[in-house]
């Protein structure tokens, strides 16, 4: 049986970005954005089905990009846990910051609804895919009846990301360093609670908090 020739991809997401970006909205059809892209509505669909589905690839591609770098290090791999966590974190925000126009863009005026957040719903099962695997191999080292319950630690994970996503769109401090010192406190706190150990550094991250809110006031 004949076989259909594979065509080159177009490099959609990066010309959804730009259009988003020197359009400032986002494209209104498939049918227009196609039209300036110059590909064929059948080039578009062959990769996504939606421009819904660009957006989400476009964040699903920034948690790629991230697990590329930092499983590129040999040493990554012999890192403890938390430390793996925090090089997550630190390297996916490096990425984000290469795309913070488009981030900001993504989450600002008409598109800062809750209902945009919904784009980020395969970042959200790639992450906690990520998650699962630390909680997991931390419970090898638990017994049965003190072991972290993987569902509930994962989405914990998350929420902690997106808690960290919305302190660093607002983050006006010089290289994000008031975004870095965050990630550390709340890595360092939510390792106290898998590991069931003092809550020091609980109460650490909510001083921290509340100068942030303070000072903002």
Known sequence: M???????????LTAYMTHCLEAEKTPQSVYKF???????EADFYAHYGSLDAVKHSIWETFYTNTKT??????????LSRKDRLLTFYYTFFEVLL????YV???????HSSMQNWAQ?????????????????????????FSQNSVPVFSEAVWAQLMFVLKFWIKDSSKGFEKTDALIEKSVQAAFEV???TSVDTLVDLGKFLWKEI????
């Open 194 to 196: 898998f590991d069931n």
């Open 69 to 78: 770098v930092i499983e590129k290090d040999a040493a990554y791999a012999s």
């Open 214 to 217: 303070t000072n903002k006031a």
């Open 104 to 110: 900001l863009f993504s989450f600002s005026g008409e």
């Open 34 to 40: 196609c039209k300036d892209l110059g590909i064929e």
């Open 98 to 101: 290469l795309n913070r126009s």
């Open 2 to 12: 004949a076989k259909k020739a594979e065509k080159k991809s177009p490099d959609i």
């Open 120 to 144: 980020l719903k395969t970042l959200r099962s790639a992450v906690k895919s990520f998650a699962e695997e630390l909680i997991e191999e931390g419970n090898e080292e638990k017994s049965r």
